[in-house]
């Protein structure tokens, strides 16, 4: 027979295990609310039963429960991603060192060290030998140097953070790697 709706219309028949009024019943047990979007949501009291406001919450009512621990293990990094994060972070530093050395030497600069020094060893010496400190530690000298500290410590961190990425494997294979608990406090 077919269900006519409140305007006469004539509605399709109810999905397999939907009842009238919205409601869907399961194979066995109680009507559950369809929720939002057509969720279905078990055993969720009707809005206005007891319990329905600790319901929405998530919880059952009268139990308190705690923060949420779980235990895991490390147990195997991968190698290759060890190789790219520990590259990318070492550019980086290597970068903020580029970036440093030239601020400083600009600050130390600006303070009128570096004249302060030429005028030292020049009063200790004499005039005939004329020192210029900027012969050693000018600009160009002094950023050039950081820049081939930094792609030296680029490829030393990248190759010690490869090599702990192996040696973590194969020692985490005889102990177990390391353990690790989680809170949500």
């Known amino acids: 027979a077919a269900r006519t709706g409140g ?16 409601q869907v ?17 078990p055993g969720q009291p009707r ?14 009512p009268g139990v308190r429960r705690g923060p949420r621990k779980a ?15 520990s590259f990318l972070l070492a550019v980086a530093l290597g970068i903020v060192g580029v970036v440093v050395t030239a601020v400083v030497w600009n ?3 600006g303070m009128g060290v570096f004249t ?15 020192f210029d400190i900027y012969s050693y530690v000018g600009f160009e000298r002094m950023l050039s ?7 030296v410590n680029v490829l030393i961190i990248t190759a010690l953070a490869t090599l702990f990425a192996f040696v973590y494997n194969i020692s985490s294979g005889l102990v177990g790697g390391l353990h690790v608990t989680l809170t949500d406090e």
């Not at 109810?14 to 009024?21: I, L, N």
């Not at 019943?25 to 949501?41: E, K, L, S």
Request: aromatic share 2%.
């Open 7 to 22: 305007n006469g219309r004539i509605l399709p028949p109810p999905a397999p295990g939907q009842a009238r009024g919205g």
């Open 25 to 41: 019943r399961p194979a066995q047990g109680r009507p559950v609310q369809a929720g939002p979007a057509g969720q279905v949501r």
């Open 47 to 60: 809005p206005g039963q007891p319990g329905a406001a600790v319901a929405a919450r998530g919880g059952r």
């Open 71 to 85: 235990r895991l293990s490390l147990a195997r990094l991968d190698p290759w991603s060890v190789f790219k994060l």
């Open 107 to 109: 600050v130390v600069n």
């Open 116 to 130: 302060d020094v030429n005028d030292l060893v020049g009063q200790v010496q004499g005039d005939e030998n004329a």
């Open 145 to 151: 140097l950081s820049v081939v500290v930094s792609v």
